[in-house]
């Protein structure tokens, strides 16, 4: 399941970036500016987990034992001087120990997943193709001119779907555990309303 492992700053938040997903961050804190340099100079990218204990801000934060990397896609300093970063997630890893540097910062020794096989949508699960086109068609985005072959990849369908449908932090870290993609769209299945399909 697992292809090699790494060291990763992780940035503990309370959300789960999800592969592929977008997400905006706000960066003010030094040990977080010292990591975004970092990683700018060396163009890799960071471990981003969702929290199990602590806050995003102050004392080092608790993270969850699987994250997705974050590749930093856009930056800009907001009216008030904070540094904004548009993220896009990547690999899913699984951490596998973690050490505080110093300066607070979370180091993060983590095993790489396997990328998602690009299999076609069982039958089975056709109705959550037609549900993410209805919810792509409404809501616009970035995503909503997907075309044919990536509406019927079921790691695609998969990952826009978690990060669309309204699930608590929990469902979505419970995604990001499972290496199957059609099992993936099996507990989505399982935890959409009859009605919604």
């Not at 034992?65 to 008030?80: S, T």
């Not at 540094?83 to 790489?112: K, M, P, S």
């Not at 409404?138 to 990060?163: C, H, I, K, N, S």
């Amino acid at each position: 399941m697992t292809i090699d492992e790494q060291t990763l700053p992780l940035f503990p938040l309370h959300a789960v970036l999800l592969p592929g997903a977008a997400l905006g961050l706000r960066v003010f804190e030094r040990r977080y500016l010292d990591m975004v340099r970092e990683c700018g100079r060396q163009g890799t990218g960071f471990g981003v987990c969702l929290i199990e204990d602590g806050e995003e801000v102050g004392a080092p934060a608790t993270p969850a034992a699987w994250g997705v990397e974050a590749r930093i896609e856009d930056f800009d300093v907001g009216a008030d001087g904070v540094l904004v970063l548009r993220l896009r997630g990547a690999r899913r890893f699984q951490v596998l120990r973690t050490h505080l540097q110093d300066n607070g910062q979370v180091i993060a020794d983590v095993q790489w997943c396997e990328p998602d096989s690009d299999d076609e949508l069982r039958p089975e699960h056709a109705l959550l193709g037609t549900l993410l086109e209805r919810i792509l068609e409404q809501a616009g985005g970035e995503f909503a001119g997907a075309g044919p072959a990536l509406m019927d990849q079921t790691a695609w369908v998969g990952w826009r779907l978690a990060e669309l449908l309204p699930l608590a932090d929990a469902q979505r870290l419970q995604l990001l555990q499972q290496h199957d993609p059609h099992r993936r769209l099996d507990q989505l299945l399982a935890w959409i309303p009859a009605t919604a399909v």
